[in-house]
């Protein structure tokens, strides 16, 4: 049965020995400017910037090559905590509307070198040739307002060294599922961190 496009972004599967712990960075939280406009989706990729302003994330934009002293792919977003000034209160969001904060925003990001996701190809098929190349994101669509969910996919696989994820695996089960086709497009691929923070600013 051919696959339907329906993107979700990047989706905890598990790690590189077993199951998903569903741990995140927490401490040190990231955080996300206040003033940082543009909405960030639970399941966003996100990229540390050290241009301007330095220090915070923001949504990892297409063609960012990982290794570059000025952003670097920092991990997923699964949801933020700010103090709302609509609300007058600190609120728990599984996105970052892109505005509505009084001083910085704590995001929350997995950053485990070893966590691997389940994503949907954008085209494809991508098929187990793929598997050890490396690959970007596509970002389009935006995620969704309404249920905060990241609508990031991911193109065609390369060998191009910089690029963010390494394909590691296919969903085939259940073989009626959406996703599990791997002769149509848009299949569901298992991707791990092929350029992290973590792992490459010691050689920026």
């Given at each position: 049965?051919?696959?339907?496009?329906?993107?979700?972004?990047?989706?905890?599967?598990?790690?590189?020995?077993?199951?998903?712990?569903?741990?995140?960075?927490?401490?040190?939280?990231?955080?996300?400017?206040?003033?940082?406009?543009?909405?960030?989706?639970?399941?966003?990729?996100?990229?540390?910037?050290?241009?301007?302003?330095?220090?915070?994330?923001?949504?990892?934009?297409?063609?960012?090559?990982?290794?570059?002293?000025?952003?670097?792919?920092?991990?997923?977003?699964?949801?933020?905590?700010?103090?709302?000034?609509?609300?007058?209160?600190?609120?728990?969001?599984?996105?970052?509307?892109?505005?509505?904060?009084?001083?910085?925003?704590?995001?929350?990001?997995?950053?485990?070198?070893?966590?691997?996701?389940?994503?949907?190809?954008?085209?494809?098929?991508?098929?187990?040739?793929?598997?050890?190349?490396?690959?970007?994101?596509?970002?389009?669509?935006?995620?969704?307002?309404?249920t905060g969910i990241s609508g990031m996919s991911i193109g065609t696989p390369t060998t191009t060294a910089t690029l963010p994820f390494k394909v590691m695996n296919l969903v085939t089960t259940p073989?009626?599922?959406?996703?599990?086709?791997?002769?149509?497009?848009?299949?569901?691929?298992?991707?791990?961190?092929?350029?992290?923070?973590?792992?490459?600013?010691?050689?920026?």
């Open positions: 049965m051919a696959n339907t496009a329906g993107f979700f972004g990047f989706r905890r599967w598990g790690v590189a020995s077993g199951p998903p712990n569903f741990a995140f960075n927490s401490n040190p939280p990231y955080r996300i400017a206040a003033g940082y406009s543009t909405a960030i989706f639970f399941g966003d990729a996100v990229r540390m910037n050290y241009v301007g302003p330095t220090g915070f994330v923001e949504t990892w934009v297409v063609g960012d090559g990982a290794g570059s002293a000025t952003r670097i792919l920092a991990g997923i977003f699964v949801g933020c905590q700010y103090f709302s000034t609509g609300q007058q209160k600190t609120v728990w969001n599984r996105y970052w509307p892109g505005s509505d904060a009084t001083g910085d925003v704590t995001a929350y990001v997995i950053d485990d070198p070893e966590a691997q996701f389940v994503v949907q190809a954008n085209s494809g098929p991508i098929n187990y040739t793929n598997i050890g190349q490396n690959v970007d994101i596509v970002a389009t669509p935006v995620g969704n307002t309404t073989p009626t599922a959406n996703g599990s086709d791997i002769t149509t497009a848009n299949n569901y691929v298992i991707v791990s961190f092929n350029n992290l923070l973590g792992k490459v600013v010691a050689g920026v």
